[in-house]
């Protein structure tokens, strides 16, 4: 079955600075990856997603990028800013398993 | 999201007893989801639901079953709660755009203490 791991556990850097999580996925079928943000104590919500048919993907300061023969997709935050604390979850589905594999979570922390 | 709602948001219980987690969402989406979300391990999938007569396994399903009442509510319940079920616990709901996007939307989450 599908595994992801996800790296860093935990990240601080320098608020403006920029912040990169990076994960893998094992099952080369998998064809669609979110990537969730958890502030503390409440719900995951969702980011932004990417599909393997896109390599890279774009809202403001959040990029996505997609290497489908490398196995490994990234979150890249730039200008980061105090809100930007929170935990980070990225994940992959294969559509036919129809079921969402989450990372383990990357702590990120913003530096004043 | 008030969409998706969690009954209750927190419970202590004691170990033997059976408990059930209630899910409602208001979205319409037929897809419906439980999770464990333990320190350190993300989340992982309990059971999920494709419409109401579609109940099946996720990753860590040992100790708990559901019910999908109808398409806006799916229970989860623990038949004899254990301590290591202790855990926040989500319900999630997702669509299917028709563009392969399957994003799930989480409801706010019930912490459940086993003792």
């Known amino acids: 079955g599908e595994n992801v791991e996800q790296h860093p556990s935990t990240l601080s850097v320098q608020e403006g600075d920029s912040a990169v999580i990076k994960c893998t996925y094992s099952d080369s079928a998998s064809n669609y990856f979110p990537w969730y943000k958890q502030e503390l104590g409440k719900r995951p919500q969702l980011i932004i997603d990417?599909?393997?048919?896109?390599g890279e993907k774009k809202d403001q300061r959040i990029a996505v990028t997609l290497n489908k023969t490398a196995k490994h997709f990234s979150l890249h935050i730039t200008e980061t800013q105090p809100e930007d604390s929170a935990v980070y979850f990225c994940?992959?589905?294969?559509?036919?398993?129809?079921?969402?594999?989450f990372g383990s979570g990357t702590r990120l922390s913003i530096r004043p | 999201d008030a969409d998706v709602t969690q009954t209750p948001r927190n419970r202590i219980t004691k170990t033997g007893k059976r408990i059930m987690l209630e899910c409602s969402q208001t979205k319409g989406h037929d897809r419906m989801y439980w999770y464990r979300q333990d320190p350190g391990l993300g989340l992982r999938l309990i059971y999920y639901?494709?419409?109401?007569?579609?109940?099946n396994k996720g990753e860590i399903s040992d100790g708990y079953s559901v019910s999908r009442q109808a398409q806006a509510k799916f229970s989860l319940s623990l038949e004899s709660a254990i301590p290591n079920q202790t855990a926040l616990y989500f319900c999630?709901?997702?669509?299917?755009?028709?563009?392969?996007?399957?994003?799930?939307?989480f409801g706010p989450g019930t912490r459940l203490t086993v003792t």
């Open positions: 990417i599909r393997s048919n896109v």
């Open positions: 999630a709901t997702s669509d299917t755009t028709g563009t392969g996007l399957y994003r799930q939307y």
């Open positions: 639901s494709f419409d109401v007569k579609d109940i």
């Open positions: 994940a992959a589905m294969h559509s036919s398993a129809s079921k969402i594999i």
